[in-house]
């Protein structure tokens, strides 16, 4: 089935500094999200990107579509203790698709 | 207006025992599908109901899982017998229509011991 590579797994950070993580796919998805998940939630949608090439804004995070259509990333810029938390990235492989696949999380930890 | 909420938050049960997970959707969800996290690895799509119809199930593992939406408003996930590796966190989310992103549950953490 689908698969996204989500990278890095794990960051350990310091309060203050700028995050980046990842996702790519040997196919081409034609939404990407990006999800964060907190201990004893559910994940919540953080950005969502419908076209090649999209660059998007949330507050201090920033989300890009791959202009292949097989990648995405998200920034993360002067992160705060409440940034900490498992984000995920998902998409949809082709239009009308409902069900969405998800990369493997990074786990995100900010030491203060 | 409510979120997303499952029931049980946990459930701890023995290998060849069933357990009924359930959901309950934003009201005025026609869309509501399940997902399950197993051992930190991704979240993986198992089915989507319309309605009280299943659009997909696809994602359905095997015959010892079941799921229901009678009345297309709440929906049940049955295991039945559970296995070990059935253990993980199960997601149910919620969307308006199909143009619309999905909201998802607290989820619940299964253990089959």
């Known amino acids: 089935g689908q698969q996204l590579n989500q990278s890095p797994q794990s960051m350990f950070i310091q309060e203050g500094e700028d995050v980046s993580m990842n996702c790519t796919s040997s196919s081409i998805f034609n939404t990407w999200l990006w999800y964060k998940q907190e201990p004893g939630e559910g994940p919540v949608l953080l950005i969502a990107?419908?076209?090649?090439?999209e660059l998007t804004s949330n507050g201090r995070l920033t989300a890009q579509f791959g202009i292949t259509r097989k990648d995405s990333f998200l920034n993360i810029s002067a992160s705060i203790p409440s940034d900490v938390g498992i984000y995920f990235c998902?998409?949809?492989?082709?239009?009308?698709?409902?069900?969405?696949?998800f990369g493997q999380g990074t786990r995100l930890t900010i030491n203060p | 207006e409510a979120g997303v909420t499952q029931f049980p938050s946990h459930s701890v049960i023995e290998k060849g025992q069933t357990v009924t997970l359930r959901c309950d959707p934003i009201s005025g969800h026609d869309n509501l599908y399940w997902y399950r996290r197993v051992m930190g690895k991704e979240i993986k799509f198992l089915l989507h109901f319309v309605k009280e119809s299943k659009q997909d199930e696809s994602g359905m593992p095997n015959n010892r899982f079941l799921a229901e939406r009678t009345g297309g408003t709440y929906s049940t996930l049955k295991v039945q017998p559970a296995e070990l590796e059935d253990s993980g966190v199960y997601f149910c989310?919620?969307?308006?229509?199909?143009?619309?992103?999905?909201?998802f549950g607290p989820g619940t953490r299964l253990t089959v011991l």
């Open positions: 989310a919620s969307s308006q229509g199909l143009a619309h992103e999905q909201f």
């Open positions: 990107l419908y076209k090649a090439g």
């Open positions: 998902a998409g949809r492989d082709h239009q009308g698709a409902q069900k969405l696949v």
